[in-house]
T-cell receptor, first 114, second 110 residues
Framework: EAGVAQSPRYKIIEKRQSVAFWCNPI?????LYWYQQILGQGPKLLIQ????????DSQLPKDRFSAERLKGVDSTLKIQPAKLEDSAVYLC????????????FGPGTRLTVT | TQLLEQSPQFLSIQEGENLTVYCNSS?????LQWYRQEPGEGPVLLVT?????EVKKLKRLTFQFGDARKDSSLHITAAQPGDTGLYLC??????????FGTGTSLTVIP
């Protein structure tokens, strides 16, 4: 089966610019996660969707970050405006159902803010 | 403070050596997972441990969940260069929010 797809793989922007990341989860997976991973650290959960509803966005900086999952399949994560400290890898993951806890990760998007 | 502290943070060893990585917390977990992440890729699930004291083996990797379900260890026997990567523990202390550990970066030198 196809894995979790993410694009772009790399993005370089200047501070105060906007950027968007796209994720296509594994077919049939109802739960989708976005993580931020600073170099050398563990991923930090930003937002979790169950179908097209938000389950948890407590660690999402809502003043600049937004995410949506229309139709319960693909998802986009947006940053507007970007700050230097947003430089990180943004990982998307999906799982079959909310309590399975077995997550499948995409390759990530490496964002550099200059 | 981090919910899941891993040690050591960095580890560089020669091929054939053994090593142990630790994941510690003050919280009790219903289950704990271990992932390996290679450069440029997302984490890949290695194992899930559920029962206190549980030991699981995956080829040369041995995972143990502490009796009190607050900590876990990963032991690698006869490490190989292919074992190089970032090892992450992860757990859900309450609700459904996942927390990842601080990570252990392992380098196995041929």
């Amino acid at each position: 089966e196809a894995g979790v797809a993410q694009s772009p793989r790399y993005k370089i922007i200047e501070k105060r610019q906007s950027v968007a990341f796209w994720c296509n989860p594994i077919s049939g997976h109802a739960t989708l996660y976005w993580y931020q991973q600073i170099l050398g650290q563990g991923p930090k959960l930003l937002i979790q969707f169950q179908n097209n509803g938000v389950v948890d966005d407590s660690q999402l900086p809502k003043d600049r970050f937004s995410a949506e999952r229309l139709k319960g399949v693909d998802s986009t994560l947006k940053i507007q405006p970007a700050k230097l400290e947003d430089s990180a890898v943004y990982l998307c993951a999906s799982s079959f159902y909310r309590t399975s806890h077995e997550q499948y990760f995409g390759p990530g998007t490496r964002l550099t803010v200059t | 403070t981090q919910l899941l502290e891993q040690s050591p943070q960095f580890l560089s060893i020669q091929e054939g050596e053994n090593l142990t990585v630790y994941c510690n917390s003050s919280s009790v977990f219903s289950s704990l997972q271990w992932y390996r992440q290679e450069p440029g890729e997302g984490p890949v699930l290695l194992v899930t441990v559920v029962t206190g004291g549980e030991v699981k083996k995956l080829k040369r990797l041995t995972f143990q969940f502490g009796d009190a379900r607050k900590d876990s260890s990963l032991h690698i026997t006869a490490a190989q260069p292919g074992d190089t990567g970032l090892y992450l523990c992860a757990a859900i202390p309450n609700g459904n929010q996942f927390y990842f550990g601080t990570g252990t970066s392992l380098t196995v030198i041929p």
